[in-house]
């Protein structure tokens, strides 16, 4: 007996849509990132800018990697420039093989994950103007 397909799936007593793919937002991001060879190691962003920077930063790496000594710095300014343009500043992007951050993002804008040997953390900050200085 043959089974047809729903279009939707229970998730903790919701009843959720799924697009297009018949997976959720996370299943269908995590398939990307296992597809792309990423390791997610934490984020606080919505599904499709992850998606968005996972394959901009792959293709980017992937041109770099034909050179004998890649070069992170055109990844990084790609991916900020980019980001800047389509959901507004402050992007910023830190690339490389070993490093250590402390940093304040803004509410859903913060993914750290690894492609080959690279770590790459990109967050945004919001910008605030200061109109008196404050007491010391």
């Known amino acids: 007996m043959e089974r047809k397909s729903k279009t939707k799936e229970k998730t903790g ?3 959720l849509p799924i697009s297009g793919t018949g997976m959720p937002p996370e299943a269908k ?10 390791r ?29 000594r890649p070069n992170p710095t055109p990844m990084v300014l790609v991916l900020k420039k980019e980001f800047d343009a389509l959901y507004g500043p402050v992007w910023h992007c ?13 509410q859903g804008g913060f993914l750290y994950f690894s492609i080959n040997k690279f770590c790459i953390l990109f967050f945004k900050t919001e910008v605030q103007r200061v109109t008196e200085p404050r007491p010391l």
């Open 40 to 68: 997610l190691k934490t984020a606080d962003m919505p599904a499709a800018m992850q998606e968005r920077v996972f394959r901009q930063a792959r293709a980017l790496i992937d041109a770099a990697s034909n050179s004998s």
């Open 13 to 15: 007593g919701n009843t």
């Open 94 to 106: 830190i690339v490389g093989k070993s490093f250590e951050s402390f940093v304040t993002q803004s």
């Open 29 to 38: 991001l995590a398939a990307i990132a296992v597809e792309l060879n990423i």
